[in-house]
């Protein structure tokens, strides 16, 4: 019966053939240091999921913001640890692409045929930390409020275009409901799109290409 | 790159699958492995540390110390110390722009700069070395970012040791690093390795003194009431803290009494449907914070010059929300303090403090008017105060604390027509079971804690004795 099915599914899906191209490959010899960039990908996913959890409760405005997150840390069943795990999953998966990077640095695996894989890389680092950014201003609470005030002061200070990268990020000289909304918008649509793009065209070219081996003397 | 190392290069890898393992199971399984890992550290750590609720934004407090996400702080401490260079200094964008810039560009174009086909560490020496000061800088960065690079004493010290931790040392060795790379070509892998090394430990181990030397000042730790119950109590103690002298304990006053300029003014009742139904949360929050100065409220919100921060205006809010708008269900409410059984003796940590929170603290902090007496702590209470002698005595119901606060001024000693001190609180009065409390504490001779409290206590279990005296009966 299953048998079946499967063969049914497979005519029409091709799934011997994705199991052929994109599991049953082989690999260099793998190490543990490997991982990270599975480790990332896995975080990507589940800052996805707690995050879509997140929008249901929460309200992108000045006057509803703070209630909203305070309602989902005390009123929604198990709101806090979603919002615990989306918390610390931000931090983690900084740390992690940053030494999934390191450990690329390290092993010199940026160079050919990767070369592209690692610009790539470099997009979705910038991205992540810019998730970073741009979540932190949604509780609006002092602490995100005024750390945002300094990091677009600092975006503001590129000489001649600062003026108009700040008030582009605030959308007007000063924080209000319009940078609130702004960077909601950024960081639950534009960043992760782009996110999710690059990291579509990472892991083609990771499989295209092979996961580097360890480099030894040899190389 | 020819043609000839490419195919080289791809030969080698080709060898190196060969002798490889499979992408399923072998590889999938190590990533899977390593995925739960970070899942169930997530759950753990969302779990037992969780997230630190902050204050609502008040876009009025600009004392607030911005304090951006961990993971920029470095760039925080880099800017501090860049920002003390001379003249150099002034150009903010050379160090908010243009290093990082170049950073992340060098960074970028890694690929087309180290183009060697080289992938040995024994032959990647300088850039792995350069990247090693880096991250190490980085990590001592942040560690250190919460250090102020100038002491309350105007030294300029740490900011120096900073400068010379975080800049110079790793400038020095990534010069060096270079030099004997492309100058002096003969350098020794082992010398260089020796070079990051040490500089890494000088990094570390200035960053460690400047922690020793200039400890972090201890943050100020706000607690933010988040739960509802928590909101309606901190709401409560502000109100009475604050609203009290003019409307009243309990929102009832219409005309108020015993305020200097506003004696026998006529005011709407604030408990009443007419302001609770017609005033939204946040037309009472606007009220609050900017007053009625024309009427003669004082503004109350930090943006007026007021004291309170939005999140306590918001606690005010909820507070009157949940005690009198009739539409609003009260949560239950923990009594301010355990009611006392017959016998029983009350203790500074568990009765008295919350007491004095709610209903004396709002003037006996330093710097009111409060003829000296500070209630901030337990010593303070016994100890301070211009009339100390006479304020709280052990056993004694003379004591001026008990006496004020039953609604006995207590005359002035030399001249009995003028007060001395006068009935405490100066507006309104305190509710039976307080004065109890505070005369049987008093009376017991002040115990701090619990456990004193319970060896004074005539019955040894609370509950014994309660029958037949009304103003102990504990509720269920
Ligand atoms: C959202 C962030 C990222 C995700 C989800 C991700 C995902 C992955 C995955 C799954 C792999 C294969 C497994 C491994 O080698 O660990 C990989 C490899 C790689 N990544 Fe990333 N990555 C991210 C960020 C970066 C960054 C910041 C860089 C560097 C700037 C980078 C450069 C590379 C390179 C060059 C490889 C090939 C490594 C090799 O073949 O040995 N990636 N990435």
């Known amino acids: 019966m299953w048998k079946k099915v499967y063969e049914w599914l497979d005519e029409r899906l091709g799934l011997n053939d994705l199991y052929k191209n994109l599991l049953d490959r082989p690999e260099p010899k793998g190490n543990w240091w490997n991982t990270l960039g599975s480790a990332a990908l896995f975080l990507f996913i589940l800052q996805g999921v707690t995050g879509i959890f997140l929008t249901v409760y929460y309200t992108p405005s000045p006057d509803h913001a703070y209630d909203s997150i305070n309602y989902i840390m005390n009123g929604v069943a198990f709101g806090w640890l979603i919002r615990g795990i989306h918390h610390w999953g931000a931090t983690l998966m900084v740390v992690v692409v940053f030494i999934h990077m390191l450990r690329v640095f390290v092993t010199a695996s940026f160079k050919y045929p990767r070369e592209l894989t690692w610009l790539i890389g470099i997009g979705l680092f910038l991205l992540t930390l810019g998730m970073g950014f741009t979540g932190y201003l949604l509780p609006w609470n002092q602490q995100s409020y005024w750390a945002t005030t300094v990091g677009t002061q600092i975006a503001g200070s590129v000489p001649f275009i600062g003026d108009f990268i700040l008030k582009a990020l605030r959308g007007g000289p000063d924080l209000s409901a319009l940078t609130l909304q702004r960077f909601f918008s950024a960081h639950i649509w534009m960043l992760p799109a782009a996110l999710a793009g690059l990291i579509g065209v990472h892991l083609y070219l990771i499989i295209k290409h092979g996961e580097s081996n360890f480099p030894s003397k040899e190389d | ?476």
């Open chain 2, 1 to 476: 790159m020819d043609n000839e190392t490419k195919q080289k290069i791809n030969k080698r890898y080709e060898r190196e699958l060969n002798r490889g393992e499979r992408f399923w199971p072998d590889s999938i399984f190590k990533d899977l492995i390593v995925s739960l890992g970070i899942f169930v550290l997530l759950i753990v750590l969302a779990t037992f540390i969780g997230v630190d609720a902050q204050p609502k934004v008040d876009p009025s407090d600009t004392t607030y110390i911005p304090r951006p996400e961990w993971y920029f702080l470095f760039l925080f401490k880099f800017l501090a110390i860049y920002g003390q260079i001379p003249l150099l200094g002034k150009i903010e964008w050379l160090a908010t722009v243009v290093v990082p810039g170049i950073a992340i560009l060098i960074l970028a174009l890694m690929p087309f700069i180290d183009r060697s086909p080289f992938r040995y560490y024994g032959k990647r020496v300088l850039p792995i070395s350069v990247m090693a000061v880096i991250v190490v800088d980085i990590v001592m960065l942040t560690i250190m970012a919460d250090v102020p690079t100038v002491t309350e004493n105007g030294s300029m010290l740490p900011g120096i040791l900073q400068a010379i931790a975080g800049m110079v040392i790793p400038l020095v060795a990534i010069i060096l690093l270079f030099l004997m790379t492309f100058v002096f070509r003969r350098t020794s892998t082992k010398t260089m390795i020796w070079t990051a090394a040490i500089s890494a430990v000088l990094t570390i181990g200035l960053t460690g003194s400047v922690l020793a030397l200039f400890p972090v000042p201890a943050a100020q730790k706000t607690t933010v009431a988040t739960t509802l119950v928590d909101q309606i109590t901190a709401g409560q103690d502000l109100y009475s803290a604050n609203c009290t002298q003019c409307h009243g304990d309990d929102g009832k006053v219409t005309k108020i009494e015993g305020v200097k300029g506003l004696e026998g003014k006529l005011i709407p009742a604030i408990h009443s449907t007419d302001v609770l139904y017609t005033l939204d949360d946040a037309a009472l929050a606007q009220v609050i914070a900017y007053g009625r100065p024309e009427a003669g409220m004082t503004p109350f919100g930090k943006t007026y010059g007021g004291q309170l921060s939005a999140s306590d205006i918001d606690n005010i809010v909820i507070f009157m929300r949940y005690t009198w708008d009739d539409r609003f269900e009260a949560p239950k409410l923990k009594p301010l303090f355990p009611p006392l059984a017959a016998g029983e003796v009350p203790s500074y940590a568990v009765h008295i403090q919350p007491i004095v929170k709610r209903y004396c603290l709002s003037c006996h902090v330093a710097g009111k008017e409060n003829n000296n007496f500070l209630m901030d702590s337990y010593d303070n209470i016994l100890h301070t105060g211009d009339h100390k002698a006479n304020d709280v005595i052990a056993g004694d119901a003379n004591s001026y604390l008990l006496q004020v606060i039953q609604g006995h001024p207590i005359p002035d000693p030399k001249d009995p027509t003028k007060t001395l001190i006068r009935a405490m609180p100066p507006n309104g009065h305190l509710p039976p079971n307080v004065i109890d409390a505070l005369m049987r504490w008093i009376m017991a001779g002040m115990p701090q804690t619990a456990a004193d409290a319970a060896k004074l206590s005539v019955t040894p279990t609370p509950a014994a004795g309660s029958a037949g005296t009304p103003s102990a009966t504990p509720t269920p």
